[in-house]
């Protein structure tokens, strides 16, 4: 069974600072890995979809890399606003996802 | 285009009733998850249906919960007799296909039983 794990928990960091999210997974036969953000009583927004095949994925100030050999995937985010503060989630599966618990970022304006 | 529909979007029920949630994909997709998210854990995979098809039930609870999606309309989540620790969000998600394709969530619904 897929396991997922996201470090840190939660994040906090001062406005405009770069910052790296890291999701691994113990199953490497994956087809795809999502990133999606989750605002507090909202539902989930995708931010980026790797399929298996692909290593990185970008849109705008986000980079999402994939790294099957070791289990690894990170969410990358340069230039952090106050607008991203949020609980970022991974996850993986074939139809049947099977997500991280989500690290928790806070951006300080 | 718009996204994934879930209505409604708060429910209260009192433990001993049925609930019962929708869900309406995107326009084009043939293919609906359920997932549920208990307060304070991740997200779980309840059931993966297609038109009329059940594919997969694995994350769905032994009793009390059915899932469908008729040929036409929206897909039905269904618990019946709720207790307490059914209170959760609901979240149902769509996809043009299976496997590698992205999946697309609902606002959610959250269920309260009092």
């Known amino acids: 069974k897929q396991e997922v794990t996201q470090i840190p928990a939660a994040l906090s960091v001062p406005e405009g600072e770069n910052l790296v999210l890291n999701c691994s997974f113990t199953?490497?036969?994956?087809?795809?890995l999502q990133w999606f953000r989750q605002d507090p009583g909202k539902g989930l927004t995708s931010l980026l979809l790797?399929?298996?095949?692909?290593r990185e994925q970008t849109s705008g100030r986000l980079n999402a890399s994939l790294d099957k050999s070791s289990g690894r995937s990170t969410l990358y985010i340069a230039a952090s606003q106050p607008g991203d503060s949020a609980t970022y989630l991974c996850?993986?599966?074939?139809?049947?996802?099977?997500f991280g618990t989500g690290t928790r970022l806070t951006v300080i304006p | 285009n718009a996204g994934v529909m879930q209505n409604p979007r708060h429910l209260v029920r009192r433990r001993g009733q049925e609930a019962r949630l929708r869900c309406s994909p995107m326009?084009?997709?043939?293919?609906v998850y359920w997932y549920r998210q208990l307060p304070e854990e991740g997200l779980k995979f309840m059931v993966y249906?297609?038109?009329?098809?059940?594919?997969?039930e694995s994350g769905m609870p032994k009793e009390r919960f059915s899932a469908e999606f008729p040929k036409e309309g929206p897909s039905i989540l269904r618990i019946q007799q709720v207790v307490r620790g059914d209170s959760a969000a609901y979240f149902c998600?769509?996809?043009?296909?299976?496997?590698?394709?992205?999946?697309?969530f609902g606002p959610g619904t959250r269920l309260t039983v009092t």
């Open positions: 996850a993986t599966g074939a139809n049947n996802l099977f």
């Open positions: 790797i399929q298996s095949s692909q």
């Open positions: 249906l297609q038109k009329e098809n059940i594919i997969d």
């Open positions: 998600a769509s996809s043009q296909g299976s496997q590698s394709y992205e999946q697309y």
């Open positions: 199953d490497s036969a994956i087809y795809n």
């Open positions: 326009k084009g997709h043939s293919h």
